[in-house]
């Protein structure tokens, strides 16, 4: 797990107070070009806030991306292994994060190529932060929505023939294939990993 050095974060901001931070994340140059940019000092911050459940595992790929694998224990995907890589951007908390499902998933509310529907995403707010996504991402696999779908073969399954909806999902999670599209193995350690 990654974690943050309160004393170095503090050290970092009073850097940053040197230059002149405008509303939209930029800054004014005063400061050297070493210094931390106030994306890194959000994200830094939001890492130290963070509370991250015991299914859940954060790696930091480095100071503007990061990757939470997901490990459900409830629900249809239960034992399934999920990584979705934040990408944050220069402006952020100003523009939200790119967040990606690196893992193909059968899922109403993520798209075959890793995209997910989560409303804290659309439209984002500066005053949201990597918790809020996080949760959101842990909601999709709690509580998956039919009526808000992004993949709209799997939200038809699950809104007309539930059973057919799970058995898809399993299918999917051992590597098989699902309507048009081959899955790979999951690389989980759920129950259907034993076959």
């Given at each position: 797990?990654?974690?943050v050095?309160?004393?170095?974060?503090?050290?970092?901001?009073?850097?940053?107070?040197?230059?002149?931070?405008?509303?939209?994340?930029?800054t004014d140059?005063?400061?050297?070009?070493?210094?931390?940019?106030?994306?890194?000092?959000r994200?830094?911050?939001?890492?130290?806030?963070?509370?991250?459940p015991?299914?859940?595992e954060l790696?930091?790929?480095?100071?503007?991306?990061?990757?939470?694998?997901?490990?459900?224990?409830?629900g249809?995907?239960?034992?399934?292994?999920?990584?979705?890589?934040?990408?944050?951007?220069?402006?952020?908390?100003?523009?939200?994060?790119?967040?990606?499902?690196?893992?193909?998933?059968?899922?109403?509310?993520?798209?075959?190529?890793g995209?997910?529907c989560?409303?804290v995403?659309?439209p984002?707010k500066?005053?949201?932060?990597?918790?809020?996504?996080?949760?959101?991402?842990?909601f999709?696999?709690?509580h998956p929505?039919p009526?808000?779908?992004?993949?709209?073969?799997?939200?038809?399954?699950?809104?007309?023939?539930?059973?057919?909806?799970?058995?898809?999902?399993?299918t999917?999670?051992?590597?098989?294939?699902?309507?048009?599209?081959?899955f790979p193995?999951?690389?989980?350690?759920?129950?259907?990993?034993?076959?």
């Open positions: 797990m990654f974690s050095d309160a004393g170095a974060l503090a050290a970092r901001k009073k850097k940053v107070k040197k230059e002149e931070v405008k509303e939209d994340g930029s140059g005063s400061a050297s070009s070493s210094s931390v940019t106030p994306a890194q000092l994200i830094a911050k939001d890492l130290a806030d963070l509370e991250i015991s299914n859940v790696r930091k790929d480095d100071d503007m991306t990061l990757t939470f694998i997901i490990r459900p224990d409830t249809h995907w239960k034992g399934g292994e999920f990584s979705f890589k934040f990408t944050f951007p220069s402006k952020y908390p100003f523009v939200g994060p790119k967040v990606v499902c690196m893992d193909p998933i059968y899922h109403p509310n993520i798209d075959l190529d995209a997910p989560v409303n995403l659309r984002w500066p005053t949201y932060s990597t918790q809020i996504v996080l949760f959101g991402l842990l999709l696999f709690t929505n009526n808000d779908p992004l993949n709209q073969e799997a939200a038809k399954e699950m809104r007309d023939n539930p059973q057919l909806f799970a058995r898809n999902v399993v999917a999670l051992k590597g098989g294939r699902v309507g048009g599209t081959q193995k999951n690389k989980g350690k759920g129950p259907f990993a034993q076959v």
